[in-house]
């Protein structure tokens, strides 16, 4: 698969459509074991970078990430603002000035965006966040192996963790079993890439 400008847009505007169409499902999920707000900061971005390209479309390939870092950062707030923010800019430094990526290079890509989150948020796998989902995400896209099915599975995986980061590590032993809503939102991300890219 080459990656285009246009298949990257077509990715963050559909990640940022199915946040805003679950905005109530990740709030609800950040209800059980935070504070209630995920779908609300994440839709706020998502808002955001779908009013920008209404007006003016990205130009380059590392627009989109840039465009979408600066949403997240400037307008989301929260844990996930920065965190996802962090990514979106890792990516497009990743890319710098190429206008297509090859598989490999995707892949890249998305690795220095996990590896930015981690900094970013002090954290690591394990942990019952975002990165569990990014984690077998970028595993299963460097394996030619990802699909809606491969996430279902991880997103599954992370349910049954015990939260020690982020808010919802107050809560212990009653985080188990219950959905983190930062994966649940970077699951969307993924299919949006799957159905961006029809791999
Ligand atoms: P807040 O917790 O500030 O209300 P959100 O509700 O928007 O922020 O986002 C919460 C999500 O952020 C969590 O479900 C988790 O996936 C993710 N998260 C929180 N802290 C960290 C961290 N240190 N590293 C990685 N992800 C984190
Ligand atoms: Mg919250
Ligand atoms: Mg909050």
Do not use: C
Request: glycine share 10%.
């Amino acid at each position: 698969m080459i990656v285009t400008k246009d298949l990257t847009h077509k990715w963050f505007t559909l990640f940022a459509e199915k946040v805003i169409q679950e905005k109530e499902q990740l709030s609800e999920y950040d209800r059980i074991i935070g504070d209630g707000d995920h779908g609300m900061n994440m839709a706020r971005g998502a808002q955001q970078l779908i009013t920008l390209w209404q007006a003016v479309p990205p130009v380059h390939l590392s627009d989109v990430f840039k465009q979408a870092a600066m949403k997240w950062i400037s307008g989301v707030g929260g844990a996930s603002g920065p965190l996802y923010g962090t990514a979106f800019l890792e990516m497009a430094k990743a890319v710098g000035a190429k206008e297509e990526l090859s598989n490999d290079e995707l892949v890249t890509a998305v690795k220095a965006g996990f590896e930015g989150i981690k900094k970013r948020g002090k954290s690591d796998i394990g942990q019952k966040t975002m990165l569990d989902l990014w984690a077998p995400a970028v595993q299963d896209l460097e394996k030619d192996e990802l699909t809606m099915a491969t996430l279902q599975t991880a997103l599954t995986k992370t349910n049954e963790l015990k939260a020690t980061k982020g808010r919802a590590s107050f809560l212990g032993d009653r985080s188990i079993n219950e959905v983190d809503p930062g994966a649940a939102s970077s699951k969307l991300f993924f299919e949006a890439l799957i159905e961006a890219g029809e791999f």
